[in-house]
């Protein structure tokens, strides 16, 4: 099938960079994509689409139905941006303070749109598309609320993709693999309790700085002595606050951090090690010692067959890699992928200007890779959607 022959997309992209760059200048919280769901909606309806909103509270659900095909495929593009400064100093640079797209959903949301309207015109596919423009990627759930709000009910999927910009590829390669691609996020919270007191007399209360040291030290060799070595975990403690003065031991300190697995057994494990520490650590130092321990993105687990055809579908578009190892970000399509088969794709966006990474204050989307995203895109849909609805994979 050849994909690459796709001389309507080169016509779509300049009006689409525009879009792309208005809604960089103007981008939006997780559950706040009120303005950014209202232009997706509109070009959706614009291109001949059946449009439904509020799916997941801010969510856009698009609906293409060509011939009598009954297989089904769902393409999902994010749409909220971070809590961050940006300092790229671009001319379409965020307009709203502490308010910037420095993951790149701006880019992703422009390709599927591009893509919609591309097989809205051309209809070359037997069957039906659903583009499903998510909220809320950054640590809110936004593809479990949709999901929590009838995604799958209401628009049925035999299979679902996504697509993310991937700096560290270089550009228009296209990246995935089987199994694993991302990784499970999990967040601790704990607080250390003492008594509080003059620092001249520690030996008066209970040291909850001293304590929250000695936990920092112990966490972090949990991954080190309690995992094997053929397992992968990563454990970081990436806050710590506590003390107001000088000469005054605190009442109380706080630690935050995060752990990430691909392995369900292995994160099991490491949440039991770190309360094990935490007992120990209390029982050592005379604290009292509490943990918030939240699961909040499972592992992102590609199905074998989707991904593998994927690979092949995106050998038609550009370079398609096999990706030699997953990543230790996460990812809330992951939830998508418990409830649809499917697979997670990465999209290289890299020059030869040293790299920024995502969620840098100076990151921007690629824009020469909007035409690759959106065949690639194209390219799955219209494969998975082809006549012979029996052929195997």
Not at 20 to 47: C, F, G, Q
Not at 284 to 313: F, M, Q, W
Not at 315 to 344: H, I, K, R
Request: net charge negative; hydrophobic share 40%.
């Amino acid at each position: 099938m050849p994909f690459k022959t796709l001389p309507d997309v080169d016509a779509l992209i300049k009006p689409l960079i525009e879009f792309r760059r208005d809604i960089h200048a103007h981008p939006e919280l997780a559950y706040k994509e009120v303005s950014t769901a209202r232009k997706v909606a509109e070009a959706l309806a614009s291109a001949g689409l059946k449009v439904t909103t509020g799916v997941g509270k801010t969510g856009v659900v698009a609906s293409l139905k060509v011939g009598n095909g009954t297989r089904s495929i769902g393409l999902r593009a994010d749409m909220d941006a971070l809590p961050i400064q940006e300092e790229t100093g671009l001319p379409y640079a965020s307009c709203h303070d502490g308010v910037f797209h420095g993951c790149g959903h701006d880019g992703h949301t422009t390709m599927l749109l591009g893509a919609a309207q591309y097989l809205a015109k051309t209809q070359q596919f037997n069957g039906t598309v659903h583009f499903i423009f998510q909220p809320a990627e950054e640590g809110q759930a936004g593809a479990k609320a949709m999901i929590d709000d009838g995604l799958f009910e209401r628009f049925p999927c035999d299979r679902v993709y996504a697509l993310h910009n991937w700096p560290d590829l270089p550009a228009g390669t296209i990246a995935t693999r089987p199994g694993p691609i991302m990784a499970a996020a999990d967040k601790f919270s704990i607080r250390v309790q003492g008594k509080g007191g003059h620092a001249a007399a520690p030996h008066q209360t209970p040291d909850a700085i001293l304590a929250a040291s000695e936990l920092v030290t112990q966490l972090h060799t949990i991954v080190s002595r309690r995992i094997a070595p053929t397992s992968t975990a990563v454990l970081s403690v990436t806050q710590i606050a506590g003390g107001s003065s000088h000469n005054v031991l605190p009442g109380s300190v706080s630690l935050t951090g995060t752990v990430r697995t691909f392995d369900p057994a292995v994160q099991n494990a490491v949440e039991k090690a770190i309360r094990q520490v935490i007992q120990g650590v209390a029982l050592a130092t005379g604290t009292s010692i509490s943990l918030d321990y939240n699961r909040y993105y499972p592992a992102t687990i590609n199905h074998e067959s989707a991904a593998l055809r994927a690979l092949e579908v995106a050998a038609g578009v550009g370079n398609a890699q096999l990706a030699p190892e997953p990543a230790f970000t996460s990812e809330d399509f992951a939830f998508m992928l418990q409830a649809c088969e499917g697979a997670y794709i990465w999209l290289g966006q890299g020059t030869e200007q040293p790299t920024i990474p995502l969620h840098h204050p100076h990151y921007d989307f690629n824009d020469d890779v909007l035409a690759t995203g959106i065949r690639l895109l194209v390219a799955l849909a219209e494969d998975y959607l082809s006549e012979k609805e029996d052929r195997t994979e």
